[in-house]
Structure formats: C-alpha cells, structure tokens
C-alpha cells in the first residue's frame, strides 16, 4: 500500500515515514505545499496524511484542490491544531479523518486501516488463496497451517498481489502501489522479490501459488 505523506516538520516526518515503512508501507513524503498539491495529483495513491500548517499552501486548500479535480484518495489530516473549528473546517474541505499531534504511533495505523477500509472496494482483514493465509492486520503469513516469515517489502508485495488475486499485475503496477517514488523502473528489484517469496510460499508445495505470465507481470492463485 502507498501511503502520501505531507509534513513539513522533519523530525515528524522521518518518524512517520520510518514506522509506515516499517510496517510495509510504501512512503512518498513532501515537505511544500505547491509540491505536495502537484505529486498528490499526478500519483494514483491508497492514502494521503496531509498536515496543515505548510510553507506555499495549507492542508486545507491542497484538500480542496483534490476534491475538485474529482481525487478521491482517502485524506488523513495531522496537525497541532485541536480546536472543533479547525477540524470541521479539514473535514469540509473533504478530509476523511482527522489527527491530532502528539498522538500514538498505534493510532495512526489503526486510523489508517480504518480509511483504507472505507474505500469503494472492501479491504478484508483476511485473505484465503487456496492454502494461503494472510492476515492483513497482524501481517502473518501461513500456507497449510505453517506460518511463514517474510520481511516488510516481501509482505507488501504479497498482500497486493493476494488482494488482487486472479489478475495479471503487471510490474509497473506492482511498482506503483509497493514501492516509493524513488523506485528504479529499470531495476531488476521486483524480480528479486518475486523470487524470494517464491522460495518461501511455494517450495516444497507441489501447487505452485506464484505464476508468470511471460511479457504481462504475475499472477497469485
């Protein structure tokens, strides 16, 4: 999943985008507004946390610039401001929550997994292909009743082709919702990690989970 964040405090924003990473987040973070309000634009992501005090442009105008253009990524407003105006003037301008600092590293994820959940497609808490079990809230992994230990990168790779399941995910999709704008399209990356849960999901399986589809990207099911 490919998180947005906008905070022009560095210390928060390394913080946050170390814990989201951490827990298999995909992190792009920007620091201006005007910069903020044109990636969030022009990059398809699952979530945006949007603080409001920034250098250029508000939260609150870069939100409504979203809404117009007909963006509807869910918005998670984080700033220092508590008081009801400001929260009914962040959620008017179309913010789907709201956060205010300091607050708990759990919450946010919880807050997180809450919007992602109220997108237009449900997101399980739990996926089943055939023997494959995941569960997204705990992040565990198992296949025939045995749990399987992957990293935060091999996790999210499988989380998004498990949500997808049935469908060729070509690599420039799985680039886009996986990894971070610094990802190398060029790289050989997305190969290495299909090859590790390979490794890990399906030797010793006479099933084979993991399909490539030669020329269109891979297949989970």
Not at 37 to 62: C, H, R
Not at 89 to 107: M, N, Q, R, V
Not at 150 to 176: F, H, M
Request: aromatic residues 8%.
């Amino acid at each position: 999943m490919r998180v947005f964040l906008v905070e022009d405090d560095k210390r928060i924003a390394n913080f946050v985008a170390k814990g989201l990473r951490e827990n298999s987040y995909a992190v792009d973070v920007a620091a201006d507004g005007k910069d903020a309000a044109y990636q969030a634009s022009v990059n398809d992501y699952d979530v945006i946390i949007l603080d409001i005090m920034l250098p250029s442009k508000d939260g609150f105008e870069i939100c409504r610039e979203l809404r117009r253009q007909n963006i509807n990524t869910p918005v998670l407003m984080l700033t220092a401001r508590d008081a009801v105006e400001d929260k009914i003037s962040g959620l008017d301008t179309g913010a789907d929550d709201y956060l205010t600092k300091p607050f708990e590293f759990g919450e946010l994820l919880a807050r997180l997994r809450a919007l992602t959940r109220r997108r237009d497609i449900v997101r399980p808490s739990r996926i089943v292909v055939a023997d494959l079990e995941i569960d997204t809230i705990s992040q565990k992994v198992r296949r025939a009743g045995k749990e399987i230990s992957l990293t935060a990168k091999e996790y999210a790779l499988l989380e998004y082709l498990a949500r997808e399941k049935g469908k060729v995910i070509g690599r420039a999709e799985i680039a886009e919702h996986v990894w971070d704008e610094n990802f190398d399209a060029f790289s050989n990356l997305i190969d290495v990690y299909i090859k590790r849960l390979r490794a890990k999901l399906d030797e010793g399986f006479s099933v084979q989970l993991i399909q490539t589809r030669r020329g269109a990207g891979y297949i989970l099911g």
